[in-house]
């Protein structure tokens, strides 16, 4: 079995040290074929790493790493207006577009089209491909019949098409901050709350039952995504590329599991005991895939 | 999000002041063997007049309802299937098994089937209380929603002039008048 | 320019009474997962769309085909048939949000007006323009997410109409970007047009009247006897974070919008069209709601203060907001 690796881009505020010290990690020691930069969620964000992306990449790459760059999923202010029209203008790296705004400025020019922009369908596909998309990532909730009739399109059109296969899954976005709000505070006052939680704010019902996680104005999963055991049925779907979403537990561990599987060199069973085992018992689920509630475990 | 005509038991609903007082036609019922035929006559007559309803309900048609008026001493008992029509009033100490129940202030129930409440409405002020099935519920309504006009003034109709003068003396004792068509 | 009024129809007698209230057009879908209120026992039948479309025209009012959630590869046939359809049948517009449905319209049919349905989430003049330039969309209707002077930058800087929600239920989360139904409940909002099912919710009550909503396995909220309902849908339920005291409304307290007092603010913004939530109410709430915004349309029109009946009673949790139209603070 064989198949792309790649890091999607932390969809949490880390501290700019962390982060440094995590792609360094990641650069010399992970597996991992590709390597999505850049924030996605908070344009607020966006300045405590910007400085950084060229020493990142550039270490990235010496790692023997594509780097490609991630755009915003909100686009609603002058900031984040001039943000990802100054994306669309990079020459030197990838680009994956996460907002419908991107596609203005393609005209045509290669890009990939991020989990966020909601290509649900062949019709959708092969539209954006003549815009010049030429990798396309799945939507989160996709379930695995769609996944097959898309990857085959993608094959036919010859561009790439990537699922998530590990991480908490992104559920929702808005225009309102929910880490502002659950500690009283508006988003242009959010004194960066969201530092707190380097996987996101648990949430859990009102009779303690573990349910979502908050991360600035996106709502992910309290379970992580997990396909591991999914792993031969992606590749027979004709999924090129696997996703591994960034957590605080260790990337490089996961990063090796799923290589090792992909490489059969373990079988997705031991593949699963060991991600257990590397992410201190978190919670997976896999539900998405089979067409079943996302969050249950098939 | 479901539209849903919902809910609650809340003590208010069993505690709370009458807006008026209960005309004598329901305050007294008549025993329930004399309520039958004529129960039975309003739902085939509905049935008759718009078959369309049925589409509606879909696979609810097999539902099996409860309309229970809190403060009435009988619930209405309701199988929408149109090859087994069925309305009957049931002693509250003997409900049969349902699907779904639906329970309401008398006058709340009527204004939902006179057309002059919004049964969502009337569900986030908690007029409204629904169990069992909500799927069943929510299709009962929207199903009956595209009824035109005031359900409650179609059965009026059918009993004549005497019909109408009870409806107008129930709206009268519920506190509204008739909805404009 | 007078702006126009759309309202919902989720029956044909919800059509027929939104139409007798002067709604300008009314919004509406089949009975099936190719629009956003798929739910059970509304929408239309073919048929019945033939005669409602009938009926509206003969009033003047316009018919607008609600196309706007995301065919799942292998079931895109059941969205052109929906396209199709409403060609055949002569609805005025088709409200869609999936670029390959939108692809669809405007290259099949080159004179169909396509709206972009707010599930497109498109919420800058770059993207709105995107729209414009592919599929020739004549109007956009825009996320409940912007401030009336932003709406008002924004109608100058896009080739098209503007669209506002002005009243109904108020959805926090990006629209067409939510899968918190799908997962709890394994039915998606973007592919089968399903939001909190019914089917999967349950009302509980404990012994002391206090009332827990659920959606299949979790519990949404719990209303004490006093307080008001809302519907069990994940973004207006109450949680516990470690930050919180108790249970409190994460992503926003069972609300409606109601961005009347701003309805002549959002004239003079350049808003061509208010849109009038809640295709799943019935038709006591349409009638209401629709006469009472037809008159204060009309007022601002003629240069009148707008004088509107109290609206609050049709909202949910019965509290309303005027939501992100008025302030930054909102976000």
């Known amino acids: ?280 018992s978190v919670p997976f689920s896999n539900g998405f895939w089979h067409g079943k509630p996302g969050h249950l475990r098939i | 999000m479901i539209a849903k005509l919902a809910m609650t038991q809340s003590s208010s609903l069993f505690d709370g002041p009458e807006p008026g007082k209960l005309p004598a036609l329901v305050r007294f019922p008549l025993p329930l063997f004399l309520l039958q035929p004529i129960l039975g006559r309003i739902v085939r007559r509905v049935a008759d007049d718009e078959p369309s309803v049925f589409n509606r309900l879909g696979p609810h048609k097999y539902s099996r309802f409860i309309i229970d008026p809190a403060n009435l001493p009988f619930v209405l008992e309701l199988h929408p299937d149109p090859d087994n029509l069925i309305l009957r009033a049931c002693s509250k100490s003997a409900i049969p098994e349902h699907d779904a129940r639906i329970s309401g202030k008398f006058f709340d129930l009527l204004q939902l089937v006179d057309c002059d409440q919004d049964g969502d409405a009337m569900f986030f002020s908690r007029g409204l209380d629904i169990s069992g099935d909500t799927e069943a519920v929510v299709t009962l309504r929207n199903a009956l929603d595209d009824l035109d006009g005031s359900l409650a003034a179609r059965v009026a109709d059918m009993f004549g002039p005497p019909g109408r003068l009870a409806l107008a003396a129930l709206r009268r004792s519920a506190g509204y008048s008739a909805p404009t068509p | 320019m007078r702006p126009e009024l759309i309202c919902p129809a989720g029956t044909p007698a919800a059509m027929r009474t939104a139409v007798d209230a002067c709604a300008d057009a009314v919004y509406c879908g089949f009975q099936n997962a190719t629009n956003a209120r798929n739910f059970p026992g509304l929408n239309f039948t073919v048929d019945e769309l033939e005669t409602s479309v009938a009926y509206a025209h003969e009033r003047g009012t316009k018919v607008l085909l609600a196309v706007n959630t995301f065919p799942p590869a292998g079931k895109f046939d059941l969205w052109k048939e929906a396209i199709d359809t409403g060609v055949r049948l002569g609805v005025d517009a088709f409200i869609v949000a999936d670029v390959g449905v939108a692809a669809y319209g405007s290259e099949t049919y080159p004179d169909a007006r396509l709206h972009l349905s707010v599930q497109a989430a498109a919420s800058s003049p770059e993207a709105i323009r995107y729209y414009c330039r592919e599929f020739g969309v004549k109007r956009v209707v825009l996320p409940r997410i912007l401030t009336v002077p932003e709406i008002k930058q924004l109608a100058t800087e896009i080739p098209c109409e503007i669209e506002t929600f002005i009243f109904g239920n108020h959805g926090l989360m990006v629209e067409g970007r939510c899968s918190l139904t799908n997962y709890v409940t394994g039915l998606s909002t973007n592919m089968d047009g399903v939001c909190s099912p019914a089917a999967q919710v349950h009302y509980e009550r404990d012994a002391d009247g206090n009332l827990s909503s659920r959606l299949a396995d979790f519990t949404i909220d719990c209303f004490s006897c006093n307080d008001k309902a809302g519907y069990p849908t994940i973004c207006k339920g109450r949680y516990l974070a470690d930050c919180r005291e108790g249970g409190y409304y994460a992503f926003e307290e069972p609300i409606s919008l109601n961005s009347s007092p701003l309805l002549p603010e959002l004239i003079a913004a350049g808003v061509h069209a208010f849109k009038i939530e809640g295709r799943q109410r019935s038709r006591a709430y349409v009638k209401s709601v629709v006469s009472a915004f037809r008159k204060a349309v009309d007022a601002v029109m003629s240069g009148d203060e707008p004088n509107l009946a109290d609206l609050v009673a049709l909202t949910e949790g019965q509290k309303q907001t005027e939501g992100a139209f008025k302030t930054k603070k909102w976000r």
């Open chain 1, 1 to 280: 079995m064989t198949g792309n690796l790649t890091l999607g881009p932390i969809l949490f505020h880390w501290p700019a040290e962390q982060k440094l010290d995590f792609y360094a990690k990641i650069a010399d020691e992970a597996p991992i074929d590709t390597v999505y930069l850049g924030e996605v969620i908070c344009s607020k964000r966006a300045p405590f790493f910007e400085q950084h992306y060229d020493e990142v990449a550039d270490r990235l790459q010496r790692g023997g790493k594509k780097v490609v760059f991630s755009s915003l999923c909100e686009v609603v202010l002058k900031r984040e207006r001039r943000a990802i029209e100054g994306f669309c203008e990079l020459t030197d790296f990838e680009i994956e577009a996460n907002n419908s705004s991107a596609l203005l400025h393609m005209n045509g020019r290669p890009h990939r089209i991020g989990p966020m922009m909601n290509v649900y369908n062949e019709t959708t596909m092969a539209y954006l491909v003549k815009g010049g998309a030429t990798h396309f990532s799945l939507p989160v909730e996709l379930p695995g019949a769609s996944a097959e009739i898309l990857a085959k399109t993608a094959a036919d059109l010859s561009v790439g098409t990537e699922m998530q296969v590990f991480g908490r899954a992104s559920l929702a976005v808005s225009a309102r901050c929910y880490h502002a709000r659950a500690h009283a505070r508006t988003k242009d006052n959010c004194q960066f709350v969201c530092e707190d939680d380097p996987d996101g704010m648990p949430l859990k019902t009102l009779d303690g039952k573990p349910f979502l996680a908050i991360n600035g104005i996106q709502t992910l999963s309290q379970t992580y995504l997990n396909y591991v055991s999914e792993l031969p049925d992606l590749q027979a779907a004709g999924i090129t590329h696997y996703r591994l979403s960034p957590h605080s537990q260790d990337m490089v561990a996961v990063a090796e599991i799923f290589r090792d599987v992909l490489d059969n060199k373990i079988e997705p069973g031991e593949g699963d005991v060991r991600l257990s085992a590397a992410t201190g």
